[in-house]
């Protein structure tokens, strides 16, 4: 019985829901979305969108859909493996550069771009930031293994905790 219950649940058959609803609009031709990503408060999300045939990202206010701007990564393209602290303060993305794929974080209360260099040989493949920020989690592939690397972010960035810095463009900031 208890696994015919677990199976109407997650067939969506059932009349319990998951409170599912929609991101917002994209507002570029209703571009597919690829790897979501929610600031740990809710409030941010980013995504990976198609935009005049190459990969961006995407960051909206929820749930209002309020595309939130972003200073650097416009012209870095294409995107991938976007992660978010927990006020949406930093934005972790994988970017394309010639034949290199660097891992950035766009502190988005100073309109600071970090470069995280890698040791020789290794190409990141995706990443988690941490919700305070001063962790990261890469994924990488050299030397024929692949591999999870931390890092430790303490003295490059400054937590964002629950009760952080106001990010402009952020919900509750100031103009």
Do not use: K
């Not at 972790?92 to 891992?103: F, H, I, N, S």
């Amino acid at each position: 019985m208890l696994l015919g219950l677990l199976a109407l649940l997650l067939s969506g058959c059932g009349s319990w829901s998951w409170g599912r609803r929609s991101a917002g609009p994209v507002g570029w031709g209703g571009a597919d979305r690829q790897d979501p990503a929610l600031s740990g408060n809710g409030r941010v999300l980013a995504s990976v969108v198609r935009r005049d045939g190459r990969d961006t990202v995407l960051l909206q206010e929820q749930p209002s859909g309020a595309v939130l701007p972003l200073r650097h990564f416009g012209r870095l393209q294409p995107h991938r493996s976007p992660s978010l602290s927990w006020n949406g303060r930093y934005l972790a993305l994988l970017v394309q550069q010639g034949p290199e794929r660097r891992v950035l974080i766009e502190d988005r209360a100073t309109g600071r771009l970090h470069r995280l260099p890698l040791p020789g040989g290794l190409v990141p493949e995706s990443l988690s930031l941490a919700d305070d920020g001063r962790r990261i989690a890469i994924a990488t592939e050299g030397d024929g293994r692949s591999r999870v690397q931390l890092y430790d972010l303490t003295t490059l960035l400054e937590p964002d905790l629950p009760a952080g810095l106001p990010v402009r463009g952020a919900p509750g900031a100031a103009p």
